[in-house]
């Protein structure tokens, strides 16, 4: 049985649960606590991932896949969950490349820093400013994507809306109000309304 | 003909520059000047790309392909520059992501805030100390893969490299010394070999 090294709070772990359970995959969960740094361990790095992170997905021949991103993409070939075609591909992997890198360090950093009571450290703080207008930018180019769009790629269920709903969902916990993304969150909506969807916490 | 959206100084826009390089795909190039805001003006977001940045590719019917990373999986599907096998592509993206979120924005940050000469604010000031730790154990992580690969995905040349080569060769101009890490700069070696290899600024 494949197993996932995980952590239950986590967006990025979401993502992989998610896709799991809408596949009907069974898996093992290995919890973390990331408070106590259980990612960070010398065993976890010689053996997990050296980048102290996850999820990784462990496969039944121990193969280690790290990034939330990489094992959704691993996962979906071959299911309706991933287009087949090379620029349609490419096309989800645009908008996982923006959720990583436009969305993600604004919308769900500060949100871990909230639900984990992190040290609000003085370039926590500051940063916490730049965040708040990046995060909405990104959510912006979201609402402007949606307004003519039911999902991000090919108007059909991927990847893609998977990765970008992970921590869309619970921008509120990091302090983003959705109000003003009317077309975000119809689209939220309408990906929590898939077969098979299951919420963030459910292990 | 293809069109690049693209900055000459840009690590991002490199990847794309080389890997149409060593495919030989004839392209044209459309230079913005990002420090004069070009890649945020009505039209750029209207027309290019939402989210303000370049590299976008512009395919012939006028597709817009946003994210180095998924261009670059684009444009090496079906070359020797992308494995074919599942779980192959996947490591591949691993390590596309892992360059995204803990590699590009802690080592080529700094070095857009020194060659850009941007305005060293309190939070940026504060935040490089942050950005020289991350960037030193991603630096740490590739050394460590790099101890025993020749390159990151099944001992050959793939996108995965083109990826984390932009910003690691010039990791110096963001004030990073690869002094530490052997393994890492003998890859960069084996990098530069490759046939068809450009530098950063050929246009």
């Not at 995060?135 to 970008?164: C, K, P, Q």
Request: glycine content about 8%; cysteine-free.
């Amino acid at each position: 049985m494949i197993r996932l090294h995980d952590n239950l709070s986590s967006g990025n772990g979401y993502k992989v649960r998610l896709i799991l359970a809408q596949l009907g995959i069974p898996f093992e969960r290995v919890e973390y606590d990331i408070d106590r740094g259980e990612t960070r361990t010398p065993e976890f790095l010689e053996r997990v991932n050296p980048n102290g992170r996850v999820p990784v997905l462990e496969l039944e021949d121990g193969t280690m896949l790290p990034e939330s991103d990489a094992i959704l993409f691993y996962l979906a070939g071959g299911t309706p969950f991933l287009p087949d075609g090379r620029l349609e591909r490419a096309q989800v992997l645009r908008w996982k490349f923006f959720e990583q890198y436009s969305h993600e360090p604004n919308i769900a950093t500060p949100r871990f820093w909230i639900t984990h009571r992190v040290e609000m450290t003085e370039e926590r703080r500051l940063s916490l400013g730049t965040k708040r207008k990046l995060g909405y930018a990104a959510l912006g180019v979201m609402e402007g994507h949606l307004a003519s769009n039911d999902f991000f790629v090919e108007n059909r269920y991927s990847i893609a809306d998977i990765a970008l709903y992970a921590y869309t969902h619970v921008a509120g916990e990091g302090g983003f109000d959705l109000e003003g993304f009317p077309a975000v969150r119809a689209w939220l909506d309408r990906v929590a309304a898939q077969p098979g969807h299951v919420p963030l916490t459910r292990a």
